[in-house]
């Protein structure tokens, strides 16, 4: 068994098709077919189920994908120490951030970032906090900015703060609420929601405060994604809220102040194990100590 074995089998995982695998292995199909044969042999297994429609893992095959994946990535971590051991920094940097970040301008930062280590493979992933977070705790991402409520906090990782802020409600032109400058929860409970999945952090910093105010709320139309949000309240659908920093950059919408507004923490968040050189690159370049960790954190 060897590295580069693993690295066939993660591929054609990731793409579900073994000519689409090689392509991007940079080797013939055949050969690439060859090797994970000889690998399947060895482990008295098959990974693979293939048909003449599919690709799919095995039981096997599900059992093998994430050690093979930690291999490869000890493998290339151990690669990026001995580069950093000799003045270099390479390897590979994985972030991840919602979509709403402003407490850093990160393609300004990614950019500067590219531009002072070249070598260096950068991937960027936007989802939710929570899925963000968990990913953090299971080192497929490195760092992550999230968007949560002021009172969390984060366990099994290192965090700081990044910003406060508030949330303020986003309402299509023409709308009642338009002209009204500031309104306050109990005004806006009588309007018709768009927001995101229930469950998520950023649902949880209005649910929250509406249920803190005693307030009931009807929300309509559930998205995961605020392009969506900002479309259908765009379309008079509903009125949303979202924070404040991130509202004023979005066209055809109305902002509106709330008094009582519900309140949001940017955190920046990284593993609580040594960072890779990459990824202590990166928080340095952000202010942050890679080894620091805010009094209380978890």
């Known amino acids: 068994m060897d590295l580069q074995q693993m690295r066939y089998v993660v591929t054609v995982a990731e793409t579900a098709n073994f000519t689409r695998a090689a392509e991007r292995c940079r080797v013939v199909q055949s050969a690439l077919s060859h090797q994970i044969a000889r690998l ?16 799919r893992l095995t039981p096997a095959g599900e059992a093998f994908l994430p050690a093979a994946r930690q291999a490869l990535d000890a493998a290339e971590r151990a690669r990026a120490e001995v580069a950093a051991a000799a003045g270099e920094i390479r390897g590979r940097l994985t972030i991840g951030a919602i ?4 407490a850093v301008d990160l393609a300004q930062v990614l950019r500067e970032y590219r531009t002072r280590f070249p070598q260096v493979r950068i991937s960027l992933r936007a989802a939710a906090s929570e899925k963000l977070l968990e990913q953090v705790r299971a080192g497929t991402l ?25 949330l303020v409600a986003v309402v ?3 709308h009642p609420l338009e002209r009204a400058g500031e309104v306050d929860l109990r005004r806006l409970s ?27 709320r009807e929300v309509a139309f559930e998205v995961s ?11 008079g659908l509903g009125i949303g809220m979202l924070p ?7 066209p055809g919408l109305c902002v509106v ?8 923490v940017e955190r920046l968040v990284w593993s609580r194990h040594r960072p890779s050189p990459p990824a202590a690159a990166f928080l340095t370049r952000l202010g942050v100590d890679p080894h620091a960790e805010e009094p209380g954190g978890a």
Do not use: H, I
Not at 151 to 166: I, N, Y
Not at 225 to 235: D, S
């Open 172 to 174: 299509a032109p023409g």
């Open 257 to 264: 102040r709330v008094r009582d507004a519900p309140g949001r």
């Open 142 to 166: 490195d760092v992550a900015f999230l968007g949560v409520l002021p009172g969390f906090r984060a366990q099994g990782v290192r965090d700081r703060e990044l910003a406060r802020g508030e």
């Open 190 to 216: 009588q309007e018709v929601f768009v927001d995101f999945a229930a469950g998520s952090a950023a649902r949880a910093q209005s649910e929250e405060a509406f249920a803190a105010a005693g307030l009931r």
């Open 225 to 235: 994604g605020v392009e969506f949000l900002a479309r259908l309240v765009r379309n």
């Open 244 to 250: 404040a920093a991130y509202a004023a950059e979005l």
């Open 99 to 102: 979509p709403t970040v402003t």
């Open 40 to 55: 399947e042999k060895e482990l008295g297994a098959r990974l693979f189920e293939r048909t003449s429609r599919r690709v």
